[in-house]
């Protein structure tokens, strides 16, 4: 087990800087995934940490040693690439014990520890197959156990599970997740799959363009997204300009049109924000409410995601009932998200602080 850290580590190749000044710390025995777009620097991260790539500037540090000039082989740390990189004539048994013999091990502790690797990834009976005959999950697992057979302080995972089907993916990372709670090893888990991210990770770092957006637990990502990039970034959420007053939403544009009750914000204002609301968070009332008109229905088994054409513009909203297209609804907002220059308005207070400093009227 063992924490890492990276301290203003930046990344430039010529002109282009691809990371600058990122920070960033890990608990030991802990799970964190880098999640992000394409292009935001996750997969630059993880090799800078296995040393497969150097930083221009910064430091990192696994176990309160720096490592930031070690070469790849000499640092504390294995890496699964998204490829699994395995050995085509080479067995499993091979493939497995192919760094323990790099590292001059006796036969018996190579043997043994391959033994209990294979068995630690249920691979047990597949010793002499090559990877050829194995199917997508069990080169998966191959590739892990011969990052694991290393004892690593910290295993770096770039989106091993890519290369599978759905069905195979989740019962994978679910196999991973399992294995690296029992070992208790620090891992850094790199994908551009948000349901990955949110369903193993003890913590999720959120990467835009070579910078860290928010770093929390995958609950707080989804229920308090700091930016509107988070919001945005993570699971389905209506954004929108509009304004808030006295618990009513109104559209930007005008405050003739039908205002929406609100229940739960957190700012109240009449200057134009940017309003981010989860589809659960639109309530579909009885009497009570805005007008909407629905405008598509897709089934999702036991609740109906819906598009609703409101006075606000187009909303999606999940909502267990099964509702007609073109049916004519009233509906409410339960919680609503206010964002100020890109960042998350914490209290009202903070909201009035914000307005007053450019000049608005509240």
Known sequence: MADLSLVQVGKRYGDRTIIEGLDLHVQSGEM?????????GKTTILRMIGGFINSNEGQIIIDGLP???????????????????????????????????LRRLSKREISQRVAEVLQMVDLRG???????????????????????????KVLLLDEPLSNLDAQLRH?????????????????????????????????????????IEQFDTPDNLYLHPETNFV???IGSMNVFRGRIRNGFVYAESSEHNEPVPCEHSNATSTTPVDLAVRPEDILITN?????????????????????????????RAFVPNQLSIGEIVKFRFGRALVYQGGRLVKEEANMAQRVAQEGATI
């Not at 050829?132 to 191959?142: K, M």
Request: proline share 6%; with cysteine; net charge positive.
């Open 67 to 101: 490592v930031t000039n070690v070469p790849p082989e000499r640092r504390p740390t294995s890496m699964v690439f998204q490829q699994y990189a395995l050995w085509p004539n080479m067995t499993v048994y091979q493939n497995i014990a192919f760094g323990l013999k």
């Open 287 to 315: 009497d009570i409410g805005a007008t909407a008109r629905v405008l598509r229905r897709l089934p999702r088994g036991h609740y109906a995601e819906i598009v609703l054409e409101t006075s606000l513009g187009t909303l």
């Open 231 to 233: 919001a945005r970034f």
């Open 32 to 40: 964190v995934c880098l999640l992000g777009p394409s292009g935001s």
């Open 171 to 211: 019962k994978v990372r679910e196999e991973i997740r399992e294995i690296q709670q029992r070992l208790h090893i620090t891992t850094i888990f790199v994908t551009h799959d948000q349901d990955e991210a949110m369903s193993v990770s003890d913590r999720v770092a959120v990467l835009s363009e070579g910078h």
């Open 126 to 152: 597949l010793e002499k197959y090559y990877p050829a005959q194995l199917s997508g999950g069990q080169q998966q697992r191959v590739a892990l156990a011969r990052a694991l057979v290393l004892t690593p």
